[in-house]
């Protein structure tokens, strides 16, 4: 398996000594990811410019959205180029994870309700282990997301059955046997989905479970912002955020910058750049990582979650930070070549066996 099956150049110098070196480590070092998101039906749809003028939308951003306004924009998708996907922030980390070959759990709380079906059998195949707690109270939760020709994508989401999960539906003893806890900041749009989260980090200290959180959004850094510095400073351990979030955080424009401020709160930071890449500040030390992907997506959904589980794979490997963060600009520059936040069953069995390899080395 050759990386040009994947439409990657191949370094011109190789070391096959170092790559079976790095197989041989890799399989004796797999660990275990557990994960708390919201589970999202994704309903993918083409847009112009000025649809999103008409409908009220401020494009790049994720809204919270109520049912009556969901209900209008499935109304309005149903006259324009649609896909489907299961989707969500956390639960589209833990998916690409799972197809890697990393033991995951995903928890959160659908409905009892067809979409709660779906996304069950998704998980099973997947090879995701099921936490999801259903109810009756409210309906699984979708994200309308609205893709521009630019590729940039605009997310409405109606939470649904995830504003209910709470820390009675977290399982103590699956967080305490996991090696990596992962959540987002979408997590902190209600009272009990907080108290869901507290619950985690507090399992995860206990049993000394390296916590990963992924800032996620802008909007959310602007509710939340003193929160979020407090919980990086004090319980997390690795943090994700792109050039937006981190200007909002550290109220800067400059993301090296901004890397270096996250960097003094947290053991790991990571300030994602767009085209120009990634900064990844590690025990103060920061790594210029170069974007490895085309110049021109064809369509973003999904790479910050998929960056997320490149980084987390090369962390359950016991891999330098640096070579983590490579593969997640691998890994992120892949998904962007597609419609959705996910790899298709081919994709992902390509690019397993090229990480297992070791031929991402060469790229």
């Given amino acids: 398996m050759v990386p040009s099956q994947l439409g990657i ?5 190789a070391t096959i000594h170092k ?6 480590y890799m399989k004796q070092t797999e660990k275990r990811v ?3 998101g919201n589970p999202l039906i994704d309903i993918i749809v083409s847009v112009e410019e000025q649809d999103l003028v008409d409908l009220g939308i401020h494009k790049g951003t994720m809204a919270l959205i109520g ?6 924009l499935l109304a309005f998708s149903k006259t324009k180029e649609t896909s489907f996907s299961c989707g969500g922030s956390c639960p589209n980390t833990i998916i690409a994870l799972a197809s890697l070959g990393i033991e995951t759990t995903l928890a959160g709380k659908i409905g009892n309700d067809e979409n709660g079906e779906i996304y ?3 998980l099973k195949t997947l090879q ?4 999801l707690v259903r109810t009756d109270k409210q309906p699984t939760g979708s994200t309308v997301i609205l ?15 995830n504003r209910l999960f709470d820390e009675n539906d977290v399982n103590t003893e699956t967080v305490g046997q996991a090696d990596f806890f992962h959540f987002t900041g979408y997590m902190w749009d209600t009272e009990s989905q907080q108290r869901s989260i507290r619950k985690a980090l507090a399992i995860s200290k206990e049993n000394n479970t390296t916590v990963s959180f992924d800032i996620a959004d802008p909007f959310a850094v602007g509710r939340y912002r003193e929160t979020f510095l407090s919980l990086i400073k004090n319980q997390c351990n690795i943090v994700y955020a792109n050039r937006e979030e981190a200007r909002i955080l550290f109220d800067n424009y400059d993301p090296y910058e901004c890397c270096r401020s996250m ?3 947290c053991e790991t930071a990571i300030v994602k750049n767009g085209k120009k890449g990634s900064y990844v500040c590690h025990n103060g030390l920061i790594h210029t990582i170069p974007v490895k992907g085309p110049v021109i997506p064809v369509d973003t959904t999904g790479a910050g979650d998929v960056y997320a589980a490149g980084f987390l794979y090369g962390q359950c490997h016991n891999l330098s930070i640096e070579d983590s963060a490579l593969i997640a600009s691998i890994l992120a520059g892949q998904i962007i070549t597609q419609r959705g936040a996910q790899f298709s069953t081919e994709q992902a069995k390509v690019l397993r066996e090229m990480l297992d390899s070791g031929f991402w080395c060469d790229l």
């Fill in 67 to 72: 049912e009556e306004r969901m209900k209008e």
């Fill in 19 to 24: 790559r079976v070196v790095l197989y041989l």
């Fill in 120 to 122: 069950e059998k998704k």
């Fill in 34 to 36: 557990y994960g708390i």
């Fill in 147 to 161: 893709v521009t020709p630019d590729s940039e994508r605009s997310m409405n989401t109606f939470l649904g059955a």
């Fill in 9 to 13: 150049n191949k370094a011109d110098v």
């Fill in 128 to 131: 995701v282990k099921d936490e």
């Fill in 263 to 265: 960097g003094k709160l």
